[in-house]
């Protein structure tokens, strides 16, 4: 049984420098969601899937951000031209289709912006 | 839009029960969630409650729902160390998103 994967777990970058994260959900669940962690904060809703369809972004995803899931299975989050703001955790979550709706999340890609 | 919000530090001595309060907005939430996070690591669900239920229990669990007040807690029983951690709140916030608090610092101490 295998949970929801992601990686990298770590990622030291430059500030201006593009970072690409990935995540393989729980293979049965067709929703993926990923979320933004900072230090002291609870996570913060980014952007929703539905098998392929992305069907909610956040305002917090601005133009620099982008999220993909090409085939309704792993999903990628990009970030261009990182900046030091940027650092935080980010979680990656899937859910099947049941109706108690909780999600089950990754060990997280923890980005570091210098 | 839905807002959750906990107090954020409880310190207990092992032994002793631990009980986290959590207060959210909207009273449409359909299910109300507890995760724990530990160090480094990602979030784990501890237990979830449907809105028209006013308590579950589950081991050294009990959770405790006043839809009315919408306020949400989660009491640990015999609270240990390896219970150390952060605790965190979660209401369904529409197209099947969690709206989480800012999370609660259990330190547990002999």
């Known amino acids: 049984d295998t949970g929801v994967s992601q990686n990298p777990r770590h990622k030291i970058t430059k500030r201006g420098q593009n970072v690409t994260f990935r995540c393989d959900p729980i293979s049965e669940h067709n929703r993926l969601y990923w979320y933004r962690q900072t230090l002291g904060q609870g996570p913060e809703f980014l952007t929703y899937?539905?098998?392929?369809?992305?069907?909610?972004k956040s305002r917090l995803l601005s133009d620099r951000f982008s999220a993909e899931r090409p085939k309704g299975s792993f999903s990628t989050l990009e970030i261009q031209r990182t900046e030091q703001g940027d650092s935080a955790m980010y979680l990656c979550?899937?859910?099947?289709?049941?109706?108690?709706?909780?999600?089950?999340f990754g060990e997280g890609s923890r980005l570091t912006v210098l | 839009g839905e807002d959750v919000e906990q107090s954020l530090f409880l310190s207990v001595r092992e032994g002793d029960s631990s009980v986290i309060n959590c207060t959210y907005t909207?009273?449409?939430?359909?299910?109300l969630y507890w995760y724990k996070q530990e160090p480094g690591a990602g979030l784990q669900l501890l237990t979830y409650?449907?809105?028209?239920?006013d308590m579950k229990q589950d081991q050294r669990l009990t959770v405790l729902l006043n839809k009315k007040d919408k306020h949400l807690s989660l009491r640990i029983a015999d609270t240990q160390t390896g219970d150390s951690a952060i605790y965190f709140c979660?209401?369904?916030?529409?197209?099947?998103?969690?709206?989480f608090g800012a999370g609660t610092r259990l330190a547990v101490h002999p």
């Open positions: 899937f539905q098998n392929e369809a992305q069907l909610e």
């Open positions: 979660a209401a369904s916030g529409g197209y099947n998103k969690l709206i």
């Open positions: 979550a899937s859910r099947g289709t049941g109706n108690t709706g909780e999600l089950f």
């Open positions: 409650i449907f809105s028209n239920m």
């Open positions: 909207d009273s449409s939430s359909t299910y």
